[in-house]
């Protein structure tokens, strides 16, 4: 439920505004539909990455990784609560910090999962746990346009999620990785299945996944910037 009060200053400061400045196209309806914000006073510019990240070409990992934090929407135990009714041998990265840590790790302990799923700390440079996997997954329930998958997909890892939030912006699916419907779990680890077991399809991916993020450069982000800069001051 939200504040009324709120809604009716948030309205005013949005009306208010020349120009609201989004990062991912989705959300554009909902603050027209919410905020009354006319269409042509919205420009989506994307979250920025640096294009020359290390990329590898020998696709022979077939481990997953996950970077995400340890959060409720996230969705790490209601996965591995599906993951326990099947029969998969799947190796997993769970990379991250947050306040469901030990209640992920006590889960792991406690479901047999000690030889699957292996926890990483956060770090600033990923890139080195990326050189050990194969491919990347994403089973959060909700999402906003995701640096996690905007870095890994720079690296060459093709990505699964499932299609919430601006994922659709970032995966094009079976090119540079695979969209599945939420709460869809079956589909979610057939895919899982499909890219730990083909090194072929993992290598034809991978090579999408590093073209499908060449718009994201900083050079480009910085570009589209200084054009609103000049526009409007």
């Not at 190796?91 to 999962?113: D, H, P």
Request: charged share 20%; aromatic share 10%.
């Amino acid at each position: 439920n939200r504040n009324k009060g709120t809604e009716y200053l948030l309205k005013k400061a949005f009306k208010s505004l020349d120009l609201t400045l989004i990062n991912a196209n989705y959300l554009s309806p909902l603050l027209v539909k919410r905020f009354k914000i006319e269409n042509h006073k919205i420009k989506t510019i994307s979250n920025g990455i640096e294009i020359n990240l290390p990329n590898y070409t020998i696709l022979e990992n077939t481990k997953a990784i996950y970077l995400a934090n340890f959060i409720d929407y996230k969705g790490h135990i209601r996965f591995l609560s599906e993951l326990s009714l099947h029969d998969y041998s799947f190796k997993i990265v769970f990379m991250g910090n947050g306040i469901l840590l030990s209640e992920i790790r006590e889960y792991i302990q406690n479901n047999g999962f000690q030889d699957q799923i292996l926890i990483e700390a956060s770090t600033n440079s990923p890139t080195d746990i990326f050189r050990g996997c194969g491919f990347a997954i994403h089973p959060s329930l909700t999402e906003g346009l995701s640096n996690a998958i905007i870095e890994e997909l720079a690296y060459g890892l093709p990505v699964i999620a499932f299609n919430v939030g601006g994922n659709s912006e970032l995966i094009d699916n079976g090119k540079n990785g695979f969209l599945i419907e939420v709460n869809d779990y079956q589909s979610f680890f057939d895919k899982m299945k499909l890219l730990s077991e083909s090194q072929r399809i993992r290598e034809e991916l991978s090579q999408n996944a590093i073209r499908s993020i060449s718009q994201l450069g900083w050079d480009i982000n910085n570009r589209k910037m200084m054009e609103i800069y000049l526009r409007y001051l």
